[in-house]
């Protein structure tokens, strides 16, 4: 039995592992606080390593996700909600518990990004909301944290859709009634490669737009299907992942 807590981890290492209560928590959350409903499970990869790429409408997109994911995920957290006052450090400590990789959002934060990528070379599933921001949720636009450990790691992506937690005419910032419907939508996996010769800015242009386009879509067919609305407020910097300069993909000139 691992008694030992998790820490942050260091230099681009591998997290610790999710303990079993953290999931168990968050499935608490989705399934007994709130009502959530969860589609496409079978286009998660059983074995091997997979990175989600969820939208962000709502500050509770997280925790849901965390413990709707068919296989126990490290998400990037944004390290502010590690620090501050007792309360806030008892929830960062959850959150280490649970795996997540904190990130300073003020810089790229390469270290953070690394551990994303030992956590794929291991074969295990990582997420990001690659955003960057919490605001409508439409994946208009995407950072290119996430385009750059998609083309270091050759991991499948898997989009997901968190719908419902934020609704038109809702506050920013608040919390979802307890035993609001929620839908998680996992879409089919792609790869983003790089092709020969591609210079390295180039490559992750290009690796920045498959993305986009591939969660957009996502996230308009699972509105689609399900017919629930985004709220229609502005974005406002939750994440931060920093944008990757050229040179950070193998290869790759400025």
């Known amino acids: 039995m691992r008694l030992r807590p998790n820490r942050?981890?260091?230099d681009g290492g591998v997290p610790g592992a999710p303990f079993a209560w953290t999931?168990?928590?968050?499935?608490?959350?989705?399934?007994?606080?709130w009502d959530s409903t969860v589609l496409g499970a079978q286009n998660v990869p059983a074995t091997g390593p997979v990175l989600f790429a969820a939208n962000h409408a709502s500050i509770m997109d997280g925790p849901l996700l965390y413990g709707v994911t068919p296989r126990p995920a490290h998400f990037l957290v944004k390290r502010e909600m590690f620090e501050g006052p007792p309360l806030k450090r008892f929830v960062g400590w959850a959150?280490?518990?649970?795996?997540?990789?904190p990130i300073d959002r003020s810089r790229g934060d390469r270290d953070a990004l690394q551990s994303v990528l030992a956590v794929l070379a291991a074969g295990g599933a990582a997420g990001v909301f690659p955003e960057g921001t919490r605001g409508r949720g439409d994946a208009a636009s995407v950072r290119s944290g996430i385009a750059w450990i998609a083309l270091q790691s050759g991991a499948p992506v898997v989009p997901v859709a968190c719908?419902?937690?934020?609704?038109p005419g809702e506050p920013?910032?608040?919390v979802p009634p307890v035993r609001r419907k929620l839908t998680?939508?996992?879409?089919?996996?792609f790869t983003v490669v790089r092709a020969p010769g591609v210079p390295g800015?180039?490559?992750?242009?290009?690796?920045?737009?498959?993305?986009?386009v591939k969660l957009s879509g996502h996230v308009l067919e699972s509105l689609q299907r399900t017919g629930i609305a985004l709220p229609d407020d502005e974005a406002a910097?939750?994440?931060?992942?920093g944008e990757m300069a050229s040179d950070d993909v193998p290869g790759g000139t400025r």
Do not use: T
Not at 95 to 101: E, F, H, S
Not at 163 to 167: D, N, P, T
Not at 184 to 189: A, K, L, N, S, V
């Open 163 to 167: 719908l419902g937690a934020h609704l």
């Open 172 to 174: 920013r910032r608040s």
């Open 237 to 241: 910097d939750e994440l931060g992942l």
């Open 184 to 189: 998680f939508c996992f879409g089919e996996p």
């Open 201 to 212: 800015r180039v490559a992750l242009a290009e690796a920045v737009e498959q993305v986009r």
């Open 23 to 33: 999931r168990l928590v968050g499935k608490v959350l989705a399934h007994g606080a």
């Open 95 to 101: 959150l280490l518990q649970a795996g997540q990789i």
């Open 8 to 10: 942050a981890p260091a």
